[in-house]
């Protein structure tokens, strides 16, 4: 089946900083060259620019931390122009290298450090040991161990209080999924409880109860819970209907990618990109024993997330073996049409497997050690073109599989 074909197509995107951003910038744009288009705006705009049959239009998003900020960036109707002004503050020179019109029509204010790394002020002064506000006991009384317990208690550097700012103020004022002409689902994790919270137009619960769906939330401040990566950013407070704050911080502590989210919504075609790609050897960088701590700490990190990407593409694709195994002996024993299809229904109920629904998975080339080594929150102009381009390249050959 051709993709031009696919009827409700969605976009997942995932987190990992300004960088991911980029990646994912880059993808959009392959995309673009491919023939997708991407509708967003208020629902007037939407159905004055997007025909309702018009083949390879994205009108379901899915964002994580990074993810959730370039995801409502289209979903409020954004050209990939305004977008990569908006980070590239200005400058040309990307624009001018990967896209064909380098002009922005569209006001949308540069996004700036100050908008991303707002100082969590109130918590920066829990740095000061709490022995030296009062005349309790001193370090010789309580040692190291209540130094570091009881002094140091700062639940996050920076917050993302100015990202939440950035997006109600400059990018959707209305600030409501409601009043968005397309379906927009930002993915965070609730701190106090275990369980991830898919923030959007409807309030409901999920098959999985670790899973629930809510409304409560601005579009904006489901941004700044789902981008609050710890310990950077301290979790960010949301008040629920009953007017109680829950805290919520980045949106994949649970699952990298929520591609389940655009399949229980009816798409069948599910196209998710993500930054993560361990390191592979190149003897031009040689062993990563050689480049410190952070750089072997960030090594471990990816090749964990890289686990848990690919025991569940294993596992639905597992799932699906044995879906097309058992509809393959049904249809040689030549049941009946209806019994075989009350057969497949509950397997498919059981396993949230949806045989109409395929996956495009596009990720970082292993051997591109440029975009491994890349500062996760960098706005440098040459490391975001660098970034975009990796992204441009990754999405072309993952579409080379597919017709379109």
């Not at 699906?320 to 009946?336: F, H, M, R, S």
């Not at 591109?368 to 072309?396: C, E, M």
Request: proline share 4%; glycine share 8%.
């Amino acid at each position: 089946m051709k993709l031009s074909e696919k009827k409700n197509i969605a976009l997942v995107l995932s987190g990992g900083g300004i960088k991911a951003a980029a990646f994912h910038i880059g993808v959009c744009l392959a995309l673009k060259e491919k023939g997708f288009r991407f509708a967003g705006g208020t629902k007037e705009e939407v159905a004055a620019h997007h025909d309702e049959n018009a083949p390879l239009t994205f009108r379901t998003y899915v964002g994580s931390s990074a993810g959730s900020v370039i995801s409502t960036f289209l979903a409020a109707g954004f050209s990939l122009n305004a977008i990569i002004h908006a980070f590239e503050q200005g400058s040309s020179e990307l624009s001018e290298s990967l896209l064909s019109t380098p002009t922005f029509d569209e006001d949308l204010r540069p996004i700036s450090y100050r908008d991303i790394f707002s100082i969590n002020g109130k918590e920066m002064l829990q740095l000061i040991p709490s022995f030296f506000k009062s005349r309790g006991d001193s370090i010789v009384n309580g040692g190291l161990e209540v130094l570091i317990k009881n002094g140091f208690k700062l639940n996050g550097l920076f917050s993302t209080k100015g990202l939440e700012r950035y997006f109600r103020e400059e990018v959707w004022p209305t600030n409501t999924f409601q009043s968005l002409g397309v379906d927009l689902y930002i993915v965070a994790t609730q701190l106090n409880q275990s369980r991830k919270v898919i923030f959007g137009k409807e309030d409901a619960l999920s098959k999985d109860k670790s899973v629930v769906y809510s409304n409560y939330a601005t579009i904006s401040e489901a941004i700044a819970g789902s981008a609050a990566l710890p310990p950077v950013f301290s979790p960010y407070a949301i008040k629920n209907r009953s007017g109680e704050e829950m805290f919520f911080f980045d949106g994949e502590i649970r699952d990298t990618m929520s591609t389940h989210v655009a399949a229980d919504h009816g798409s069948d075609l599910v196209i998710a990109s993500y930054s993560i790609q361990p390191y592979n050897f190149s003897p031009v960088m040689g062993s990563l024993h050689e480049y410190g701590i952070p750089v072997i700490l960030n090594q471990a990190l990816y090749q964990v997330i890289e686990q848990k990407i690919e025991y569940y593409i294993k596992a639905r694709k597992s799932v699906e073996a044995a879906y097309k195994a058992v509809d393959g002996y049904l249809k040689q024993i030549n049941l009946a049409d209806e019994q075989r299809q009350k057969l497949l229904s509950i397997i498919s109920e059981r396993t949230g497997y949806v045989p109409t629904t395929d996956y495009i998975y596009i990720h970082p080339d292993p051997q591109d050690y440029n975009l491994f080594f890349a500062d996760h929150f960098s706005l440098n102009p040459q490391r975001l073109k660098a970034t975009v381009w990796g992204g441009f390249k990754a999405a072309i050959n993952a579409l080379r599989k597919w017709d379109i």
